[in-house]
């Protein structure tokens, strides 16, 4: 992607990229939950519509092998899985990449969102007050999202 993303933080997790990676990366047909992008399962891993947390948006990923449509009840966004990268794509403009990377503690997660739109690219901000504070919401959900894989994996993590 050669734009500048709008916000970026980043996290240790301390176990594995390769662990770390099966759980972030798995994506395929079927419903969302604990072994299918599980990103966007719910806070408990298991398919509920969507209403719950920031982030638990259940539904159904269809495609494949790399690029998936996952559908929910409130919205439809494009996965896809390229390398150590998992991006979703919806809406006008949205694009945010969870990236995996190796850490001298385990694992570094990156996530970058990006405005992508085509057209209007410059009227995004203008008529999304979604950026007021975009930074740092991403950043708490974010850290929620490492408190969960942390769980998840049984093991600590941190926000850089």
């Known amino acids: 992607m050669s734009r500048a993303p709008l916000c970026e933080v980043a996290g240790v997790v301390e ?3 390769d662990r ?3 759980l972030i990366l798995t994506v395929g047909p079927g419903p969302v939950g ?5 990103l966007y399962a719910s806070n408990e891993g298991t398919v509920e519509p969507y209403g719950g947390a920031a982030g638990s948006y259940g539904g159904t990923a269809e495609g494949g092998p790399r690029r998936f449509i996952l559908r929910a009840p409130a919205h439809t966004m494009t996965i896809e899985v390229t390398g150590a990268t998992l991006a979703v ?3 006008w403009w949205y694009r945010g990449e969870h990236t995996v990377e190796p850490h001298p503690e385990g694992t570094l997660l990156i996530h970058r969102v990006f405005n992508v739109a085509e057209r209007g690219r410059w009227a995004v901000p203008l008529a999304n007050r979604f950026f007021a504070g975009l ?12 408190r969960r894989l942390g769980l ?3 093991c600590g993590t941190r926000l850089l």
């Not at 604990?34 to 599980?38: G, Q």
């Not at 930074?135 to 490492?146: C, S, W, Y």
């Open 89 to 91: 794509q919806g809406g």
């Open 15 to 17: 176990a594995p990229p």
């Open 20 to 22: 770390v990676g099966r």
């Open 152 to 154: 998840e994996l049984g």
């Open 135 to 146: 930074g740092d919401r991403t950043r708490n959900g974010f850290a929620e999202g490492l």
């Open 34 to 38: 604990r072994d299918n992008a599980w």
